[in-house]
T-cell receptor, first 115, second 114 residues
Framework: AQSVTQLDSHVSVSEGTPVLLRCNYS??????LFWYVQHPNKGLQLLLK??????LVKGINGFEAEFKKSETSFHLTKPSAHMSDAAEYFC?????????????FGQGTELSVKP | NAGVTQTPKFRVLKTGQSMTLLCAQD?????MYWYRQDPGMGLRLIHY???????AKGEVPDGYNVSRLKKQNFLLGLESAAPSQTSVYFC?????????????FGSGTRLTVV
């Protein structure tokens, strides 16, 4: 069975400094991996996705993630944090199957950005 | 471009009451899903549907029922609400390529059971 673990429940950075949100996954198949962002009291928005093409994936708002099969990781990074990046971030792996390919969510990482 | 719309956005129920959450999508997606979000647990799948008239259980289906009578709508019912069902509920939809394309989510329904 597939699973995903977000290694930090909370990350705090200063504005203008790099962001690193860590995610490890387990999968018996070639997974598809996603990062979603949820701003306070809002729905979930797709940041980026990996689907077996380039291992370095670029998303919206300057975020990117690198798929490392040898480390079973899909960490999310951004060179310079902005106040508007404060939100909860979910790493997600898709479950291969005949019906729907259900998404499996990590526990979430709350990102705080200090002025 | 409404995408996925959930109603209501907020609701307070007394223990034992029933209610239905409505999800509507205008993207002609085949697949629809109901998740619940609880602190520190991410999103957990309650029920899903791969087409009109079909539904299936997810990870945490107990205490919930669903119906997909029309392709664009997916209803989540609570027959007898319990405090453990206090949560934020998200509906999502996708094409059959959801595992590679991802899902489109609604903005959520915050339910409190007292």
């Amino acid at each position: 069975a597939q699973s995903v673990t977000q290694l930090d429940s909370h990350v705090s950075v200063s504005e203008g400094t790099p962001v690193l949100l860590r995610c490890n996954y387990s999968s018996s198949y070639s997974p598809s991996l996603f990062w979603y962002v949820q701003h306070p009291n809002k729905g979930l928005q797709l940041l980026l996705k990996y689907t077996s093409a380039a291992t370095l994936v670029k998303g919206i708002n300057g975020f990117e993630a690198e798929f490392k099969k040898s480390e079973t990781s899909f960490h999310l990074t951004k060179p310079s944090a902005h106040m508007s990046d404060a939100a909860e971030y979910f790493c997600v792996v898709s479950e291969a199957g005949n019906q729907g390919g259900k998404l499996i969510f990590g526990q979430g990482t709350e990102l705080s950005v200090k002025p | 471009n409404a995408g996925v719309t959930q109603t209501p956005k907020f609701r307070v129920l007394k223990t034992g009451q029933s209610m239905t959450l409505l999800c509507a999508q205008d993207m002609n997606h085949e697949y629809m899903y109901w998740y619940r979000q609880d602190p520190g647990m991410g999103l957990r799948l309650i029920h899903y549907s791969v087409g009109e008239g079909t539904t299936a259980k997810g990870e945490v289906p107990d205490g919930y029922n669903v119906s997909r009578l029309k392709k664009q709508n997916f209803l989540l019912g609570l027959e007898s609400a319990a405090p453990s069902q206090t949560s934020v509920y998200f509906c999502a939809s996708s094409t059959p390529r959801g595992r590679t394309d991802g899902y489109t989510f609604g903005s959520g329904t915050r339910l409190t059971v007292v």
